[in-house]
């Protein structure tokens, strides 16, 4: 089992920054792709950056340049620094830790979430 608690998230003007940070407990974090997906009202949730174990990253096209997803293993802790925000990056912000073993079971496991909303 793996314990996701975000933090971070809040009111920001358009072209403004924030950080957000998800802590994991109770497994070897370094074991997990650790990612930041967001969900608007109405929308489907949807992947904004996803780095792997191994320091390998991938964005959503909507935020490259922009967005930049990091970890520290040692603090068990993922993080999504995003700047030049814009409106349409509010959305509830949800971090994910996935990990295939190799009997290929899949295991996922999401944090509570932390809004985010971009107005002025």
């Known amino acids: 089992q793996v314990q996701l608690v975000e933090s971070g998230g809040g009111l920001v003007q358009p072209g403004g920054s924030l950080r957000l940070s998800c802590t994991a407990t109770?497994?070897?974090?370094?074991?997990?792709?650790m990612g930041w997906y967001r969900q608007s009202p109405g929308k489907q949730r949807e992947a904004v950056a996803v780095?792997?174990?191994?320091?390998?990253?991938n964005y959503a096209d909507s935020v490259k340049g922009r967005f930049t997803i990091s970890r520290d293993n040692a603090k068990n802790t993922v993080y999504l620094q995003m700047n030049s925000l814009k409106p349409e990056d509010t959305a509830g912000y949800y971090c994910?830790?996935?990990?295939?073993?190799?009997?290929?079971?899949?295991?996922?496991?999401w944090g509570q979430g932390t809004q985010v909303t971009v107005s002025s």
């Open positions: 994910n830790a996935h990990r295939r073993s190799p009997t290929g079971l899949e295991y996922d496991y």
């Open positions: 109770g497994s070897i974090f370094s074991l997990y792709a």
């Open positions: 780095i792997t174990g191994g320091g390998s990253t």
